[in-house]
């Protein structure tokens, strides 16, 4: 006798119910279905039992259960008891039966209900145990919607799921920010933050062995190596070749209003008498005046006029770089519950101000130095002044893209678009590759004029 859930209906079912039919005729066995439906669900008989040889009765329990089929009743009937044969139960096999099958239906269970088991240091104790709770008791409620498919569990499963995913959105967001302020601090964030960070890191060598030429001839002479780095070098470090779009060729110079003003005499003497009497105690030279003067004079004015832009965060004071990029999360993260299309843009300028102006460099490639090359471009590498000078002067760039969210990060930007809101997803997606065309037209229109290069 075999009885449980076939999840065949033989009066509904009619290809599955031919094949199982023509099964239990080829093994002659006879199907014994109760005379009510059997599953909550579907309102069909899927359980049933199938016989050789016995006389069974079957009979769905109308009462109250817990799961969403019926309990069956199945009465036995027989003429004589037979006492002509005996059993013998073999309990170390039963226990190893006992125990495949365990194992079995546990992988099956793990399998069904997409669990997963992980080791404890994977796991997330950092969770308040109230959002775990929560969202137990959300997917809990979930699957009993499910099984009963009542519309008033599926909204409180709902309800319960969004709760949970807000407040722990929020939470994420706040542990973020305290990690980034107590990197640099000893403490417990401080090794969380530097454990996360050295499993992407690696140690490599800095030794050079050779180049590769263009050819594909391995060079492992120091000399030639030295002299293809410093033709490099030359290249990159030429003057830049200004070409200015219309009407900036043919357009009228421009007419200062103190043009006519004679500029005033100064005397060298008249200038170390002026930065002497601002100079700071740290490492005076010759003349006793400070480096750290002009870098000061030069911070001073700004802070004074205002002229560095507010969505600049590079190479200033009390400007965060992790604060930026907050930001620049934040304005993607606002676009997307409104079921907007968002570009973002990243742009690498090409030699910022890692150069130097006016001066003469060779290379050294193991002992061996290259002819010298002559520097046309750039700034001084490692002043304190040649910062802030390139952020001064590329301060208006942002006014270049006016239709697009800028954000600097130092010699690096970060624009970022969005269709229009409230239309459909083909009209936004026209616009929003209006909108980028427009961008990359503008930038390079910036990059020519700025004799800015980019990557």
């Not at 005729?25 to 039992?49: H, K, W």
């Not at 061996?368 to 952020?391: A, C, E």
């Amino acid at each position: 006798m075999i009885l449980g859930d076939f999840n065949i209906d033989i009066e509904q079912d009619d290809e599955k119910a031919d094949t199982l039919l023509e099964w239990m005729d080829l093994c002659r066995i006879r199907p014994v279905v109760p005379d009510s439906n059997t599953s909550l669900r579907s309102g069909r008989t899927i359980d049933y039992a199938a016989s050789i040889g016995v006389d069974l009765t079957i009979q769905a329990y109308e009462g109250d259960t817990t799961s969403d089929h019926k309990s069956l009743l199945g009465v036995l009937v027989g003429n004589k008891t037979s006492t002509d044969e005996e059993s013998r139960t073999i309990w170390p096999v039963f226990t190893l039966i006992l125990s495949y099958i365990f194992d079995y239906w546990g992988k099956m269970e793990q399998r069904t209900r997409s669990q997963q088991n992980i080791f404890l240091n994977h796991a997330r104790p950092s969770i308040p145990q109230n959002l775990v709770k929560l969202h137990a008791q959300s997917r809990s409620l979930s699957f009993k919607a499910k099984r009963k498919s009542d519309i008033e569990l599926r909204k409180e499963a709902r309800r319960l799921r969004n709760l949970p995913r807000f407040e722990l959105k929020s939470f994420h967001k706040e542990q973020s920010v305290k990690q980034l302020k107590e990197m640099h601090l000893p403490g417990e964030t401080s090794g969380l933050f530097r454990s996360k960070t050295k499993n992407h890191l690696r140690q490599v060598s800095s030794s050079l062995k050779g180049f590769f030429s263009s050819s594909g001839e391995i060079i492992k002479d120091s000399q030639i190596m030295a002299n293809m780095v410093a033709d490099h070098c030359k290249r990159l470090f030429e003057a830049p070749v200004m070409t200015r779009r219309h009407p900036y060729v043919d357009g009228p110079p421009v007419q200062w209003e103190n043009a006519a003003e004679p500029i005033p005499t100064v005397t060298y003497p008249e200038i170390l008498n002026i930065l002497r009497s601002r100079k700071k105690k740290q490492s005076l030279d010759s003349h006793r005046l400070s480096p750290f003067i002009l870098g000061y004079i030069l911070k001073k004015f700004k802070e004074d006029w205002g002229i560095l832009p507010g969505n600049q965060s590079g190479f200033r004071a009390g400007f965060r770089l992790q604060t930026r990029e907050f930001l620049l999360i934040e304005q993607i993260s606002s676009y997307m519950p409104n079921s907007s299309l968002t570009a973002t843009a990243f742009v690498d300028f090409k030699s910022a101000f890692d150069q130097l102006r006016d001066r003469k460099a060779v290379i050294e490639v193991h002992g061996n130095l290259s002819r010298w090359i002559k520097i046309n471009r750039g700034g001084h590498q490692g002043s304190s002044v040649t910062p802030t000078l390139f952020i001064t002067y590329h301060n208006d760039m942002g006014d270049f893209m006016p239709g697009a969210m800028s954000f600097f990060f130092a010699d690096d930007l970060s624009a970022v678009l969005t269709g229009q809101i409230g239309n459909r997803f083909k009209n936004q997606r026209k616009h929003l590759e209006c909108r980028l065309h427009t961008l990359f037209e503008q930038l390079e229109f910036y990059a020519i004029l700025a004799v800015q290069p980019i990557n």
